[in-house]
Each structure stands twice: as structure tokens, then as C-alpha cells.
């Protein structure tokens, strides 16, 4: 009787040997899962490429705004400096009547 036990115990360890276990499949599949959720959210979440890319498009616009508005502003100010310098007498401290 031992000799039919030893057999069978025999048997079940070459087929753990041979393949992989419900746990180590289970393992590798959560593995896996947990890999592809991060990818995903790399990739497609709040700090994904798209939005860097996004993000870059928009800082360009606003660099443009900002040059024109500065470049506006400096015709803005030749104009006032020309204005002031026609008008000497009037003092911007004293209040008008």
C-alpha cells in the first residue's frame, strides 16, 4: 500500500512540475491587469501626453498674445509720452476744475 501512495504522490508533484499553478496563473493575470490599468492611465489620464501636448499648444498661443499685447503696448505708451510732451503744463498731481 505505501508503494501506491508513493506513486500518486509522485504523479501530482511532476504535474506541478510540469505547468503552473492556479495561484501563479491568477498571480500573473493580476500582474498583468495592474500593468495595463498604469499604462492606460499614462498614457490617457490627467497627466497623459495629450495633455502635455495640449498644454504646449496653449503656451504658445498665450506667447503670441503676450508679443502683441507688449508690442500694442509699446505704440500705447509712444503715443501717451507724445501726448505729455505737446501738454507740459498741465500736472497730473493737481486735480482738474
Not at 502635455?52 to 505704440?75: F, M, P, V
Request: zero cysteines; a neutral charge.
Amino acid at each position: 500500500m505505501p508503494h501506491v501512495t508513493d506513486e500518486i504522490i509522485e504523479e501530482k508533484r511532476q504535474k506541478r512540475e510540469k505547468g503552473f499553478s492556479f495561484l501563479q496563473v491568477l498571480f500573473l493575470i493580476l500582474l498583468v491587469l495592474l500593468a495595463a490599468i498604469y499604462m492606460g492611465e499614462t498614457l490617457f489620464g490627467e497627466n497623459s501626453l495629450e495633455v502635455l501636448n495640449a498644454l504646449k499648444k496653449q503656451q504658445k498661443i498665450l506667447d503670441t498674445k503676450i508679443k502683441r499685447i507688449s508690442h500694442e503696448n509699446a505704440i500705447l505708451q509712444k503715443k501717451y509720452f507724445e501726448l505729455k510732451a505737446l501738454m507740459p503744463d498741465v500736472d497730473e498731481d493737481t486735480p482738474q476744475k
